[in-house]
């Protein structure tokens, strides 16, 4: 890893620990501390891709720069919407995701092997990792509002205080990030298909390799969310764990896409 | 802190030493605050005053020049308000002078002293009486340094540093919390009042200060308008209490009927036509207004005047917790107070002596110095003033850092040696309107 690579990382790790501190009760005050480590995290991620990019390796080119460019999309998302809502229980859980993701983009062995792109493949990457970084954002929201939605129910005043996003706004900001995700998902889905079907790759030995099986799947989960929430009014808890299903569906594509080219 | 002569003296009234009948006879309109005033600086040793008038204490804040004289007067001001007998005020008041009447009122500002600690009204009060204070004349450099300078402040700090005011500690204000905690930003927001008691009417109002819609629902639809009128709420037919229940976001149910009024049937029936809004409900009723098994649907967050009372209770605990600490940053700032008044006292004294050896050096060195040029008398009156910088530098660093006990009788050694005619810590621009008056009447 570069010294800037480092550097980004330790401005994360930093912001990540205030972020749990405050969770577990440390004062308000810290959360400012943490708040411009995250700045500064963004800002040093921001130029680390601008450097990369400027040695040839875009954001696009392999699974762990496309992972390296969620991170950093995660960060700057949650750090613009910390600005406007109080999210600080969002940053106990999203700012320790993004420093995993660095890590595990920059200290994964290089890709043994990397299809051949191609303007569809770029796309297909672009898209996808946009789409990732959206829904993990989504899956932060949910996570924090099935804890918010669990202190209110036992009454616990000061723990629903400590996360400090009320129910609803958490639910509200979790369906837009859905709703903005899923077309971006459901293009990299569209674009992915043509892309893998001119390689010749859709049927890898046979048969049709598990990752595509399970996008589609994560596909019609988003899919049932937005239809139910329109149609059937599926809010809070429910889309809640709907959210984190999804989520973990384009992790699990991630993680066989990324175990199958390191391989 | 003895003796740090600050010359304040308290005499007042509280809820620790005086029931409300007490208390309540000596209540001042706002509008007689000026009257009440001016009653105590005519008081002969009075010269700067201020009253804090609260419904828990009435406190009176006076800079004297001789304390055993204007708390007797004041005792009698007192005792002429409330239409009793000075001998049977005496038991309820309590006096405190010097530097324990700046520690009463920093603890006052702070809060330390209040019936409920923490609460936020009290730091408000104190301004205001300060403020009516300087507004009519009676407040001059002391009560400006004691206030601005010390109360003010400590009441900041220790609002920042600790704990003391952050949770609430009342059933209304901790409903109140819960439901931000599920709807958020209560502007726009509809709240339902199901019934009329007196602890949803205080929820009530501080929804309606944050820009809630309050709707009113009561068996009785002429005590729900009644109640409404007092809100600027609307009013909803009972038979639509259905109707109502979909369209609120948080429910404040209070009625006074012996079975739950929202039953578990009714709150499903709501909860489907919600389609998954989040709806909060505040039962601050006894009996129960709310079926305790609607709580646990989804969706449905129910908050009932045990868990309400539970979490005031917490708070209360807390709150005393964080009272030692706030009673630590008092008495930092009683020392840091009393050091910096210690040196403004000091100040016109060392100013003055050193103006005393400075004027003897200037005539002997003009007496020796006949005949010699500008240059070398210049050389000889620096030479002269620096050897009394250093001769004067041991005794002023001893003044300084002198035990407060002993500083007022240091300063007086020193003016008596030296004839220096005494000098006041208060510059006499700063001294109250009042003061002038009482000059020009001799009194």
Same mark, same amino acid.
């Given at each position: 890893m570069s010294t800037l690579t480092w550097h980004e990382v330790g401005a994360y790790a930093i912001a990540a620990f205030i972020y749990l501190a405050h969770l577990v009760g440390l004062r308000r005050s810290a959360v400012t501390g943490g708040q411009i480590m995250l700045g500064v995290g963004v800002a040093l991620h921001f130029a680390d891709i601008g450097v990369r990019c400027y040695h040839g390796t875009t954001p696009i080119s392999s699974t762990p720069e496309a992972m390296s460019f969620a991170a950093f999309l995660v960060a700057g998302v949650y750090l613009l919407t910390s600005l406007r809502y109080k999210l600080t229980a969002a940053g106990a859980f999203a700012v320790p995701a993004v420093v995993a993701l660095i890590l595990l983009a920059r200290l994964a062995p290089a890709e043994a092997s990397v299809p051949t792109m191609g303007r569809l493949g770029q796309a297909h990457i672009l898209l996808a990792t946009l789409g990732v970084a959206v829904f993990a954002f989504a899956a932060v929201l949910a996570i924090v509002y099935l804890f918010q939605d669990r202190s209110l129910k036992r009454k616990q005043l000061d723990r629903a205080e400590a996360v400090g996003t009320p129910l609803e706004t958490l639910d509200?900001?979790?369906? /837009?990030?859905?709703?903005?995700?899923?077309?971006?998902?459901?293009?990299?889905?569209?674009?992915?298909?043509?892309?893998?079907?001119?390689?010749?790759?859709?049927?890898?030995?046979?048969?049709? /390799?598990?990752?595509?099986?399970?996008?589609?799947?994560?596909?019609?989960?988003?899919?049932?969310?937005?239809?139910? /929430?329109?149609?059937?009014?599926?809010?809070? /808890?429910?889309?809640?764990?709907?959210?984190?299903?999804?989520?973990?569906?384009?992790?699990?594509?991630?993680?066989?896409?990324?175990?199958?080219?390191?391989? | 802190m003895a003796g740090a002569n600050i010359d304040l003296l308290l005499v007042g009234v509280s809820h620790?030493?005086?029931?409300?009948? *007490?208390?309540?006879?000596? #209540?001042?309109?706002?509008?007689? *605050?000026?009257?009440?005033?001016?009653?105590?600086?005519?008081?002969?040793?009075?010269?700067?005053?201020?009253?804090?008038?609260?419904c828990n204490r009435v406190e009176l804040y006076v800079a004297v020049d001789d304390?055993?004289? #204007?708390?007797?007067?004041?005792?009698?001001?007192?005792?002429?308000? #409330?239409?009793?007998?000075?001998?049977?005020?005496?038991?309820?008041?309590?006096?405190?002078?010097?530097?324990?009447?700046?520690?009463?009122?920093?603890? *006052?500002?702070?809060?330390?002293?209040?019936?409920? *600690?923490?609460?936020?009204?009290?730091?408000?009060?104190?301004?205001?009486?300060?403020?009516a204070a300087v507004q009519h004349g009676t407040a001059g450099a002391v009560l400006r340094t004691c206030f601005e300078e010390g109360a003010f402040r400590v009441a900041r700090r220790v609002r920042r540093e600790t704990a003391i005011a952050r949770n609430p500690v009342s059933v209304s204000s901790v409903a109140v919390d819960f439901a931000r905690q599920v709807v958020g930003d209560f502007a726009r927001r509809h709240v339902l009042i199901v019934g009329a008691g007196k602890m949803s009417e205080l929820a009530a109002r501080t929804l309606r200060t944050h820009g809630a819609t309050l709707t009113v629902i009561n068996r009785t639809r002429a005590r729900a308008e009644e109640l409404a009128k007092r809100f600027g709420a609307d009013v909803a037919d009972w038979n639509d209490l259905r109707g109502a229940l979909i369209a609120a976001d948080i429910v404040i149910a209070s009625t006074g009927a012996q079975r739950p009024v929202l039953t578990l049937d009714l709150i499903k029936e709501v909860r489907k036509a919600r389609r998954g809004r989040q709806l909060c409900l505040l039962d601050i009723g006894v009996p129960r207004d709310v079926d305790p098994a609607a709580g646990e649907l989804a969706d449905i967050y129910l908050f009932d005047i045990d868990a309400l009372q539970h979490q005031a209770s917490a708070h209360r605990a807390e709150r005393e917790e964080e009272a030692a600490e706030a009673e630590t940053v008092v008495e930092e700032e009683l020392a840091r107070f009393v050091k910096r008044w210690r040196s403004r006292q000091l100040g016109p004294m060392v100013s003055a002596l050193q103006a005393h050896f400075q004027t003897i050096a200037r005539a002997e060195v003009q007496r020796v110095s006949g005949g010699v040029d500008e240059k070398e008398k210049k050389a000889r009156l620096d030479l002269v003033e620096g050897a009394i910088k250093k001769l004067l530098h041991l005794p002023m660093t001893a003044l300084r850092e002198a035990d407060p006990d002993e500083v007022l009788s240091l300063v007086q050694a020193a003016q008596r040696l030296f004839s220096l005619s005494p000098v006041a810590a208060v510059p006499a621009e700063d001294a109250p309107a009042v003061n002038a008056e009482k000059k020009a009447t001799g009194s």
């Open positions: 509200r900001l979790a369906h /837009r990030c859905v709703s903005i995700g899923f077309p971006v998902f459901t293009l990299a889905i569209v674009t992915g298909a043509i892309w893998v079907a001119r390689l010749g790759l859709l049927h890898g030995h046979g048969t049709l /390799r598990p990752e595509y099986l399970i996008a589609v799947g994560t596909w019609i989960a988003f899919a049932v969310l937005i239809i139910a /929430r329109v149609g059937a009014g599926w809010r809070g /808890r429910r889309a809640a764990w709907l959210t984190l299903g999804g989520f973990g569906g384009t992790a699990l594509v991630v993680a066989a896409y990324f175990i199958r080219h390191a391989a | 620790r030493t005086a029931p409300v009948a *007490v208390r309540e006879r000596l #209540a001042v309109e706002p509008d007689a *605050v000026a009257a009440a005033l001016a009653e105590l600086t005519a008081i002969g040793p009075v010269r700067e005053a201020a009253m804090l008038a609260t304390p055993d004289r #204007a708390a007797a007067g004041l005792a009698e001001v007192l005792a002429r308000r #409330a239409g009793v007998a000075v001998g049977d005020l005496a038991e309820h008041l309590y006096q405190h002078r010097d530097a324990a009447a700046l520690r009463h009122l920093f603890r *006052v500002a702070s809060s330390l002293d209040s019936l409920v *600690v923490g609460e936020p009204q009290i730091l408000g009060q104190t301004k205001q009486a300060y403020e």
